[in-house]
T-cell receptor, first 120, second 116 residues
């Protein structure tokens, strides 16, 4: 079974600082990778996703993530954070298992989440 | 687009009561819906996957008779917590997707369940 690890539980930054949130997964097969964001009091929203192709993925609000297959990593980055980026960020993996049948499609495994606090 | 509505958003009830939570995809057909549980300061844990018209697939450790899932249509799935007890108090979140491998999930706002 796949697992996802996010290295930092809580990151505190000042506005304009650069951000990198680590995400590593354990699965040897084909994966889809996601970053979701949960703003205070709101539901999870998709930030960006990687399915195939260019390993550098650009998402909404200036976020990007790089898939490094050899490192099983999918780190999230933003060059200059804003106060409005304060939220909890979840990395998620959808592992493709052709033997598991249709019910494995879309099954996400989430990391523990990283709370980002940005001070103005 | 891709809005998922979850109802109710918060429910408080007595121990022994059964509680039903609804999850609706408002503007797309959700072939597959997922139910998650989130404890405070922890990540989402998948409870079960439901495909329209078939029985749900439960994750290991999740009691099928405790958490009844019905996915009778392409826009509605329900989770019923039967004979709820205080340890069932948690935040329950549903998500929906078109069911294909490369379709991202769209999440509802969640339901906070408090059992007294």
């Amino acid at each position: 079974a796949q697992s996802v690890s996010q290295h930092n539980h809580h990151v505190i930054l000042s506005e304009a600082a650069s951000l990198e949130l680590g995400c590593n997964y354990s699965y040897g097969g084909t994966v889809n990778l996601f970053w979701y964001v949960q703003y205070p009091g709101q539901h999870l929203q998709l930030l960006l996703k990687y399915f195939s192709g260019d390993p550098l993925v650009k998402g909404i609000k200036g976020f990007e993530a790089e898939f490094i297959k050899s490192k099983f990593s999918f780190n999230l980055r933003k060059p200059s954070v804003q106060w409005s980026d304060t939220a909890e960020y979840f990395c998620a993996v959808n592992a493709y298992s052709p033997d598991a049948g249709g019910t494995s499609y879309g099954k996400l495994t989430f990391g523990q989440g990283t709370i980002l606090t940005v001070h103005p | 687009g891709a809005v998922v509505s979850q109802h109710p958003s918060w429910v408080i009830c007595k121990s022994g009561t059964s509680v039903k939570i609804e999850c609706r995809s408002l503007d797309f057909q959700a072939t597959t819906m997922f139910w998650y549980r989130q404890f405070p300061k922890q990540s989402l844990m998948l409870m079960a996957t439901s495909n329209e018209g078939s029985k749900a697939t439960y994750e290991q450790g999740v009691e099928k008779d405790k958490f009844l899932i019905n996915h009778a249509s392409l826009t509605l799935s329900t989770l019923t917590v039967t004979s709820a007890h205080p340890e069932d108090s948690s935040f329950y979140i549903c998500s929906a997707s078109g069911g294909q491998f490369n379709q991202p999930q769209h999440f509802g706002d969640g339901t906070r369940l408090s059992i007294l």
